[in-house]
């Protein structure tokens, strides 16, 4: 088979670069050298068809075609597949033994891109687009008439009206996320029966841009797309029994790539192979207060939802999240219908009846994914309660909720804390 000229090698430090020649290039670039009996027909046709389709998933000789973002978001995801073993194939390895990855070379390559990971600085620029994107989302300027995406999925408006799976900070590439699923996906997650997923069961994955405040903590800034993964093992059976779909922007014209585009989700969920092609199975949504659940029970030590002893927000909706990386920290904010829906109208102040549950995890380091973190261990529930003219403020702290004692200056400045965190934009 031939090989087309290299217009662009990736540029890496020496010994990233020898690791990824040895176990990628051979199908991953157009420097393929192959071995004696893969010149053998038929398995020439077989090893030919690999190649390319190899090189079309990724090519370090094309590496000047991509941009930086692409270039930095393919070698986290080589590194995540390379981590769970799914690249090199078992198949390819099997006969070119010398492409295996050591695990002094996951930690080579781990180490590398650790230094490849952005600081997320303040930025008055990217703040102020937020707040412009903000402002036009709730004045109605979003979407309408959205297209089906080019497999024939539906775009889902009541996403956003679905109960929270999990949250998570991407600061490779400079994102936050929070995901939410339908009635059938999360009486899957309540009930553990998330391997395999339901038919049935839909989860939706809202990305946003990054954007550190003054302080450092990192909020959901513009809002980048939203996707979704559609449970059904027959009619996806050719891409592992979910079907892919993707809007981007506010306005959500038009759906993201076209059909296609599933291949290149199926190859990032492929190391996910052993948990339904999932990265997390969510939030415990067991009853009573509760720490982090352990790894058996759940994928990514993936944090518990509380029940505090006023209220329970299990169907309440998330508002927003962020993360103030400085202490490791999580945070997620829930309301009840009417906060929720004051929240995303832009309003500052709520209404009587609302009620806003700010939760604090302890970050955990994501298993599924290098450099990203999760919500882990349980750390406090605070609640902010508009029954009268001043609102009434409740903290439970640690794993089993322990009220804290009453402070009304500490109160004050934490209701006014809450009450201005801005809703995340939901088209």
């Known amino acids: 088979m031939e090989n087309p000229p290299v217009t662009g090698d990736l540029t890496a430090p020496a010994p990233v670069k020898e690791i990824l020649q040895k176990a990628c290039y051979d199908c991953h670039s157009n420097e393929t050298r192959l071995k004696w009996f893969d010149h053998i027909s038929p398995g020439i046709w077989l090893v030919a068809s690999d190649v390319q389709h190899a090189r079309g998933a990724m090519n370090f000789s094309n590496w000047d075609k991509l941009s930086k973002d692409q270039q930095k978001a393919k070698l986290f995801e080589s590194l995540n597949q390379a981590t769970f073993g799914t690249m090199p194939p078992a198949q390819y390895t099997a006969l070119h033994p010398s492409a295996k990855l050591t695990a002094q070379d996951i930690a080579v390559l781990k180490e590398y891109l650790a230094t490849q990971i952005p600081k997320t600085e303040p930025t008055p620029q990217r703040a102020a687009t937020a707040d412009n994107q903000f402002a036009t989302w709730t004045h109605g300027a979003a979407a309408n008439d959205v297209q089906p995406s080019p497999n024939g999925i539906d775009y889902i408006a009541d996403y956003k009206n679905w109960e929270t799976i999990s949250s998570s900070d991407r600061p490779d590439t400079g994102t936050m996320k929070i995901i939410t699923g339908n009635d059938i996906a999360i009486k899957a997650v309540r009930e553990h029966k998330t391997n395999p997923w339901p038919d049935g069961a839909i989860l939706a994955k809202l990305q946003y841009e990054a954007s550190a405040d003054a302080n450092g903590t990192v909020h959901n800034g513009v809002f980048k797309q939203v996707g979704f993964m559609v449970k059904d093992s ?17 306005k959500l014209e038009q759906p993201y790539k076209d059909a296609s585009f599933a291949t290149e989700c199926v190859n990032c969920h492929a190391p996910m192979h052993d948990s339904d092609f999932v990265f997390t199975n969510g939030i415990d949504f067991s009853a009573g207060p509760l720490g982090a659940p352990s790894k058996s029970d759940l994928v990514n030590k993936a944090a518990s939802l509380p029940k505090t002893p006023l209220f329970d927000t299990h169907g309440w909706k998330v508002i927003t999240s962020f993360t103030d990386r400085s202490h490791g920290t999580t945070y997620m904010l829930f309301g009840n219908d ?34 990203a973190t999760v919500p882990g261990a349980l750390q406090s529930v605070e609640q902010v309660t508009f029954s009268t003219e001043h609102p009434t403020y ?3 702290d640690g794993p089993a909720l322990n009220k804290a004692p009453a402070d009304p200056a500490a109160a004050d400045a934490r209701v006014a804390y809450i009450v201005q965190q801005r809703a995340s934009i939901m088209p």
């Open 338 to 371: 009417s906060a929720a829906q004051a929240a995303r109208a832009g309003q500052t102040t709520y209404p009587q009846g609302a009620v806003l549950s700010l939760v604090a995890w302890k970050s955990a380091e994501d298993e599924n994914w290098f450099g």
């Open 234 to 250: 027959k009619k996806y059976s050719k891409t592992q029994g979910w079907g892919y779909a993707k809007w981007n922007g506010t």
């Open 394 to 396: 409740d903290r439970y």
